[in-house]
T-cell receptor
C-alpha cells in the first residue's frame, strides 16, 4: 500500500536558521510528490511539487525540495527560516497515472520558530 | 476569484444525529475531493467527483457517509448516525479535470474546512 512517512512530529528552529523537513514514501513507482503548508485557520497551501525531471524543485516562500529516488525521499528545505514559517507541513503523494489523483498525506511536521 | 468555500466552519452535534457539510468549489473546477483530517493526522481521502458522478468513493469509511454533487458544482457530505469518532476537520478541494499522465495532474485547491465535533 502507498504510504508517506514524516518522522519528525515537531521541530523547533531559531529564526534565521536553516530548515530540513523529512519525507519518505512507499510506492511501487515514482509518484507525484508534494509539500503543503497549513497555518491555523487556513486551508492547505501547495508549496511545491515534483513530477519528473530536475530532482531539485523550487517552490513558493523560498522553499525547495530534493527528490532522491534511491532513498524514496522528498525532503523540504529552506536556508533561512522566518517567524511566519511557523505552521504544519505535510508531505503528500499522488500515484503516477492514477485516474483520480487523490492525495495521500503524511502525518505532518509542526514547525515552531524561536525568535 | 473566490477560492473553495465550506460551510459551516464549525458544527457541533450529538451522537446519533445527522449532519450535512457543504463545499462550494472554485468556479469551473469539475473535479472535487473530500478529505478528513483527524487530530494529529494528515488529511485522508474520502471521495472524488468528476462532474456529477463519484468516480472514486474508496475512502468513505462506512455506509453512514455519503456525498452528492447533483449539478456538478456544490457538493454535500452527509453523515448519518454520527459517532464520536467522526469528529474531525472535513476538507474539500477542487481542481480542473484530473487524469492520468505527467501533464494531466492539476493542483488541488483546498478550502478552510469544517470542524465537526460529535458530543
Amino acid at each position: 500500500a502507498q504510504s508517506v512517512t514524516q518522522p519528525d512530529i515537531h521541530i523547533t528552529v531559531s529564526e534565521g536558521a536553516s530548515l530540513e523537513l523529512r519525507c519518505n514514501y512507499s510506492y511501487g513507482a515514482t509518484p507525484y510528490l508534494f509539500w503543503y503548508v497549513q497555518s491555523p485557520g487556513q486551508g492547505l497551501q501547495l508549496l511545491l511539487k515534483y513530477f519528473s525531471g530536475d530532482t531539485l524543485v523550487q517552490g513558493i516562500k523560498g522553499f525547495e525540495a530534493e527528490f532522491k529516488r534511491s532513498q524514496s525521499s522528498f525532503n523540504l528545505r529552506k536556508p533561512s527560516v522566518h517567524w511566519s514559517d511557523a505552521a504544519e507541513y505535510f508531505c503528500a503523494v499522488a500515484p503516477y497515472g492514477g485516474a483520480t489523483n487523490k492525495l495521500i498525506f503524511g502525518t505532518g511536521t509542526l514547525l515552531a520558530v524561536q525568535p | 476569484g473566490a477560492g473553495v468555500s465550506q460551510t459551516p466552519s464549525n458544527k457541533v452535534t450529538e451522537k446519533g444525529k445527522y449532519v450535512e457539510l457543504r463545499c462550494d468549489p472554485i468556479s469551473g473546477h469539475t473535479a472535487l475531493y473530500w478529505y478528513r483530517q483527524s487530530l494529529g493526522q494528515g488529511p485522508e481521502f474520502l471521495i472524488y467527483f468528476q462532474g456529477t458522478g463519484a468516480a472514486d468513493d474508496s475512502g468513505l469509511p462506512n455506509d453512514r457517509f455519503f456525498a452528492v454533487r447533483p449539478e456538478g458544482s456544490v457538493s454535500t457530505l452527509k453523515i448519518q448516525r454520527t459517532e464520536r469518532g467522526d469528529s474531525a476537520v472535513y476538507l474539500c478541494a477542487s481542481s480542473t479535470p484530473s487524469g492520468g499522465g505527467t501533464l494531466n495532474y492539476n493542483e488541488q485547491f483546498f478550502g478552510p474546512g469544517t470542524r465537526l465535533t460529535v458530543l
